[in-house]
């Protein structure tokens, strides 16, 4: 166990549809990061929050957008979803933000 | 641009050698380099880090290299095991981007 509690581990959808994805950092770590992982391919950034605010912004669609709340978990949601935004999401958290990456076990969103 | 890179998509050794995954960075403003493992399923799990100012560091059965002149990073593992099948990944950070930017990841598969 990473620390990092990600939640569903598994979701499955239609497209069209809007789903929310839930991640709780490590204890203490005040930065929360989302990335995209599609089949077999590397992890793609998609947007950093520190201590409830956004800090940085990477390939994250409009249709996605993500937020910080006052006891640090984080939340993805993800609207009109299409087959294409199928993958494994994964969040992590850091001390401060910029060292100690620490990754959750991450959620399988699958479109149909 | 952002580019972390990788030499090979897929490593076979026999259970026993050594093996060397290596990883091209292109950011010479990059100030920490971090390995990752990430089996079947599974978050990325670390293995190993290292900032700028070394060139080598070592772990458990691990140790990674970092030739800043060439931009080029590398993580050996000594007397490879069964468990050490996975994805390896390196990733790079700099001050000011907020962010892990990954490579595409060396698949690694063990021999019998």
């Known amino acids: 166990d990473s620390g990092v509690t990600q939640t569903p581990k598994h979701l499955i959808t239609a497209t069209g549809q809007r789903v929310t994805l839930r991640c709780s950092p490590r204890?203490?770590?005040?930065?929360v990061y989302w990335y995209q992982q599609s089949l077999d391919q590397g992890l793609q950034f998609l947007i950093q929050y520190y201590n409830g605010e956004e800090r940085a912004k990477g390939n994250i669609l409009e249709r996605f957008s993500a937020q910080q709340f006052p006891d640090l978990h984080s939340e993805l949601n993800l609207s009109s979803l299409e087959l294409g935004d199928s993958a494994l999401y994964f969040c992590?958290?850091?001390?401060?933000?910029?060292?100690?990456?620490?990754f959750g076990s991450g959620t399988r969103l699958t479109v149909v | 641009g952002e580019s972390v890179g990788l030499h090979l998509p897929t490593l076979s050794v026999q259970e026993g050698d050594n093996s060397i995954i290596n990883c091209a960075y292109s950011n010479s403003a990059s100030d920490y380099f971090i390995w990752y493992k990430q089996e079947s399923g599974k978050g990325p799990q670390f293995i190993i880090d290292i900032r700028s100012n070394m060139d080598k560091r070592q772990g458990q059965r691990v140790t990674v290299l970092l030739n800043k002149t060439v931009k080029h990073l590398s993580l050996q593992i000594a007397a490879t095991q069964p468990g050490d099948s996975a994805v390896y990944f390196c990733?790079?950070?700099?001050?000011?981007?907020?962010?892990?930017?990954f490579g595409q990841g060396t698949r690694l598969t063990i021999n019998p």
């Open positions: 204890s203490g770590d005040l930065s």
């Open positions: 990733a790079e950070n700099y001050r000011g981007a907020q962010k892990l930017v």
């Open positions: 992590a958290s850091s001390p401060q933000g910029d060292y100690g990456y620490t």
